[in-house]
C-alpha cells in the first residue's frame, strides 16, 4: 500500500509543490530510485493530503505563522515527511512553534508532538520555551508536550513515528552561541542528535532534517558564520548514526542563492536555498 501517493520521487519531476528526489550517491542511486519509486509510488498530478491542507488553511493559526506560509512551504513539507494522524512526532528545536501547530492539527487527539528544546538553550535562554508552553497550556493542543533534553537524549518513547528539525541543525553542528555544549564540538553533537533520533524512532519512522544550503565541503566554522550546512555532511552524519536516504525534496531551493552569504543578510534573507532530506530507519 502506497503511503505517500502525493509524492513523486525522481529527480528533475516538478510537482505543484517542487520537485522531489532521491539523492544517493555512487552506483547506488539507480538502486535507490528504484526503492524509492516502490515506496513512494508515483502520482505527480495528486496534491497534499486534506488533513495537511486543513491544518496550514486553518483560520485559527497564528498570524505571524500563516504570513510565512509563502517562504516555507509547510504543506509541502508536511507531505513530504508523511506525518499522518495518529502519529507521535519529535519536533526537535522548534522554535516558536510554528510546525509544532501544524503538526498538532495533523496528529490529532490520537497523536502525539513532543516539542524538544536542547537543554543548552533552555539554560541560557528560558524565554524561548514561553511560545510553546503557551501552546501546550492551550487545551486545544493537549495533544503537544514541552520537554527539555540534550542531544543525546530524545525525551519520547522509543517508538515515534517522526523526528523532525528545520533550519536548525547547522546551528548544533557549527556549535552556535546557545546551541554548544561545554566540552563537545559541535560536530560531536550533532552526531549524538541522529543517533538519538534513531533511537527515539520506530523501526520504519521517518527522520527529516531541512536547513540552508551551504557550498560543497564547507566546514564548521562556516556553519557557524554563515548559518548553512552542506547536505553532504548531514546525509554522512545520519547515515553513520543507522539511517537511511530515502528521498530529497527541493520545494525550498532557490538556484539564485551563491550559498557565500549568512543566511541573516538582507538580500538574501527568507529565501535562501534550502534542502529538505527523509531519512528511514530500517525496519
Not at 507531505?79 to 501544524?102: H, I, N, Q, R, S
Request: hydrophobic letters at 45%.
Amino acid at each position: 500500500m502506497n503511503r505517500f501517493p502525493w509524492i513523486r520521487v525522481m529527480c528533475g519531476l516538478a510537482l505543484p509543490f517542487g520537485s522531489i528526489c532521491v539523492a544517493m550517491a555512487g552506483s547506488t542511486f539507480d538502486r535507490a530510485v528504484e526503492r524509492a519509486d516502490r515506496v513512494a509510488g508515483m502520482t505527480p498530478d495528486m496534491k497534499p493530503p486534506t488533513y495537511v491542507t486543513a491544518a496550514v488553511s486553518d483560520g485559527a493559526r497564528p498570524a505571524t505563522d500563516s504570513q510565512r506560509d509563502t517562504d516555507r512551504k509547510p504543506a509541502a513539507l508536511l507531505a513530504f515527511a508523511g506525518v499522518k494522524p495518529g502519529d507521535k512526532v519529535a519536533d526537535v528545536m522548534p522554535g516558536g512553534g510554528y510546525f509544532t501547530w501544524l503538526f498538532s492539527k495533523v496528529v490529532g487527539a490520537q497523536g502525539h508532538v513532543y516539542a524538544i528544546v536542547p537543554e543548552s538553550i533552555a539554560k541560557a535562554r528560558p524565554q524561548a520555551l514561553d511560545a510553546l508552553k503557551a501552546i501546550a497550556a492551550d487545551p486545544s493542543f493537549a495533544n503537544v508536550g514541552v520537554e527539555t533534553a540534550p542531544y543525546d537524549m530524545i525525551a519520547a518513547p522509543s517508538s515515534l513515528d517522526v523526528v523532525w528539525t528545520s533550519q536548525n541543525y547547522h546551528d548544533v553542528y557549527g556549535a552556535v552561541s546557545v546551541f554548544a555544549v561545554s566540552g563537545h564540538t559541535g560536530v560531536e553533537e550533532a552526531a549524538a542528535l541522529d543517533s538519538a533520533a534513531f533511537k527515539a524512532l520506530k523501526p520504519g519512522g521517518a527522520y527529516v532534517v531541512v536547513d540552508h544550503v551551504a557550498k560543497a565541503g564547507a566546514t564548521a566554522q562556516d556553519a557557524s558564520t554563515l548559518h548553512r550546512i552542506d547536505p553532504a555532511t548531514v546525509i554522512a552524519q545520519a547515515q553513520a548514526a543507522g539511517f537511511v536516504l530515502e528521498a530529497r525534496s527541493d520545494v525550498l531551493a532557490n538556484p539564485q542563492d551563491p550559498h557565500d552569504k549568512s543566511v541573516f543578510a538582507p538580500e538574501i534573507k527568507g529565501h535562501t536555498d534550502k534542502f529538505a532530506l527523509r531519512f528511514r530507519k530500517p525496519r
